[in-house]
T-cell receptor, first 112, second 119 residues
Framework: DIVMTQTPLSSPVTLGQSASISCRSSQSLVHRDGNTYLSWLQQRPGQPPRLLIYKISKRVSGVPDRFSGSGAGTDFTLKISRVESEDVGVYYC?????????FGQGTKLEIK | QVQLVQSGAEVKKPGASVKVSCKASGYTFTDYYIHWVRQAPGQGLQWLGWINPNSGDTNYAQTFQGRVTLTRDTSISTAYMDLSTLRSDDTAVYYCARHEWGWGATDYWGQGTLVTVSS
């Protein structure tokens, strides 16, 4: 199975500041079709996960442009600019090039 | 709008089985795979498997092979997850999610169903 490793596991951030979450996979996430199937999900307290970004950097409709994804191969980053109180929750990266699909451990974003 | 509505919470005894339903609306049910993911209390996300609602084909995580069965009823746009021989560590919230194949991502999620396994 592909192991997804996120750092940090906890990220205290001041409102209005930026946060970055790293996600590293145990093998390349480049599919033979040329796409890289790495996505980011947000889970607010008591809510189901919500898809934010797919294929490394493509934002889902309705997701603020404060959220951006980058990376390639095995190393990926989610950046949240100008953090707002509604961003509090746990963020997961997920790979979908191989079954079973696997998730990072989650990074808890909290306000200082 | 796309919605996945799951059945209510369940309490089961060890060794029993549970069946969770996931009713889809707002899109053509047979056009998208349904994935199942679970989350133990205070823990992360774990993928169980998928079903192709069009063909009924399935794929299960090795960890759950032999214990999980995914089915669907296209006449009512509903997917089902059946988990047998329950153990206390199966206590979790179980989610269904629609998979957008071209994106390689699960774009809509059900609200979750808490399954508690306790003697």
């Amino acid at each position: 199975d592909i192991v997804m490793t996120q750092t940090p596991l906890s990220s205290p951030v001041t409102l209005g500041q930026s946060a970055s979450i790293s996600c590293r996979s145990s093998q390349s996430l480049v599919h033979r079709d040329g796409n890289t199937y790495l996505s980011w999900l947000q889970q607010r307290p008591g809510q189901p996960p919500r898809l934010l970004i797919y294929k490394i950097s493509k934002r889902v409709s309705g997701v603020p442009d404060r959220f951006s994804g980058s990376g390639a191969g095995t190393d990926f980053t989610l950046k949240i600019s100008r953090v707002e109180s509604e961003d509090v929750g746990v963020y997961y990266c997920m790979q979908a090039i191989q079954f079973p699909h696997t998730f990072g451990q989650g990074t808890k974003l909290e306000i200082k | 709008q796309v919605q996945l509505v799951q059945s209510g919470a369940e309490v089961k005894k060890p060794g029993a089985s549970v069946k969770v339903s996931c009713k889809a609306s707002g899109y053509t049910f047979t056009d998208y795979y349904i994935h199942w993911v679970r989350q133990a209390p205070g823990q992360g996300l774990q993928w169980l498997g998928w079903i192709n609602p069009n063909s009924g084909d399935t794929n299960y995580a090795q960890t759950f092979q032999g214990r999980v069965t995914l089915t669907r009823d296209t006449s009512i746009s509903t997917a089902y997850m059946d988990l047998s021989t329950l153990r206390s560590d199966d206590t979790a919230v179980y989610y269904c999610a629609r998979h957008e194949w071209g994106w390689g991502a699960t774009d809509y999620w059900g609200q979750g169903t808490l399954v508690t396994v306790s003697s």
